[in-house]
């Protein structure tokens, strides 16, 4: 089973500081996602590339077009010392600015798990592909009965399919943009185009009730990720 918090993490090189996605990619994999392991910040830790091969794909790129997603014991993993004091905030990887926050442009976010849906018991394992969505329903009450009634059961048909992970926005951290939706869903599969191109995904996203929360949601953001490193499973 996940831990009970997650914290979320879209990235991107910040332009002009002479860092380039190879770089950014070399970082993180090398320095940024050890120290979060390792220092006890997090016990997971797992990094994506945004991924855009399939049908569902919106046309509408996001700037960050990585993803670290990091499983905790810590509602409030950035808050702690064990990441202020325990992670450097610093790289000599940088060839101009040492200091992280010169060189990465960050969206951070703490979501606390509400379901943990495994059906074929796949246990901790970082997926090769995910999907996340993000949403703000209208109607909370109809949503939590849609994904637990249908959706959840229906997206377990996917060829391919792990598991799914559902999550509820936590504290903001002072790297949190905007006001993000207050749920998140993480879809784990072997194959996002096989996944979400098939007869299957079709059915699942074209019912009465899934159409329904999807256009009226506020917020609606489906993004798909590759998996690039894993620490810590």
């Given at each position: 089973m996940p831990l009970p918090y997650l914290l979320h993490v879209n990235s991107r090189p910040q332009p002009d500081s002479g860092v380039d996605n190879k770089l950014w990619e070399k970082w993180y994999i090398t320095e940024h996602l050890p120290d979060l392991v390792n220092s006890g910040?997090?016990?997971?830790?797992?990094?994506?590339?945004?991924?855009?091969?399939?049908?569902?794909?919106?046309?509408?790129?996001?700037v960050r077009s990585y993803l670290a997603i990091y499983q905790t014991e810590f509602e409030e993993p950035?808050?702690?010392?064990?990441?202020?004091?325990?992670?450097?905030?610093?790289?000599?990887?940088?060839?101009?600015?040492?200091?992280?926050?010169?060189?990465?442009?960050?969206?951070?976010?703490?979501?606390?798990l509400i379901v943990d849906y495994d059906p074929k018991s796949t246990g901790e394992s970082a997926p090769p592909f995910l999907l996340t969505v993000e949403m703000e329903p209208v109607d909370e009450a109809d949503f939590e009965k849609w994904y637990s009634e249908e959706h959840l059961e229906m997206l377990s048909k996917l060829p391919g399919y792990r598991r799914s992970s559902r999550y509820t926005l936590g504290p903001k951290t002072p790297a949190t943009l905007g006001e993000p939706g207050r749920f998140l869903a993480i879809h784990e599969v072997d194959d996002v185009k096989a996944a979400f191109d098939s007869k299957e995904a079709e059915a699942a996203n074209t019912t009465p009730w899934t159409?329904?929360?999807?256009?009226?949601?506020?917020?609606?953001?489906?993004r798909a990720w590759e998996l690039l490193h894993t620490e810590g499973f």
């Open positions: 910040t997090t016990k997971r830790a797992a990094f994506y590339r945004e991924t855009f091969d399939f049908s569902l794909a919106s046309k509408d790129r996001a950035l808050a702690r010392d064990e990441y202020t004091k325990g992670v450097r905030h610093s790289s000599d990887l940088f060839p101009k600015d040492k200091e992280t926050l010169a060189n990465g442009d960050f969206d951070a976010r703490n979501y606390k159409v329904k929360h999807i256009n009226d949601a506020k917020i609606f953001i489906p």
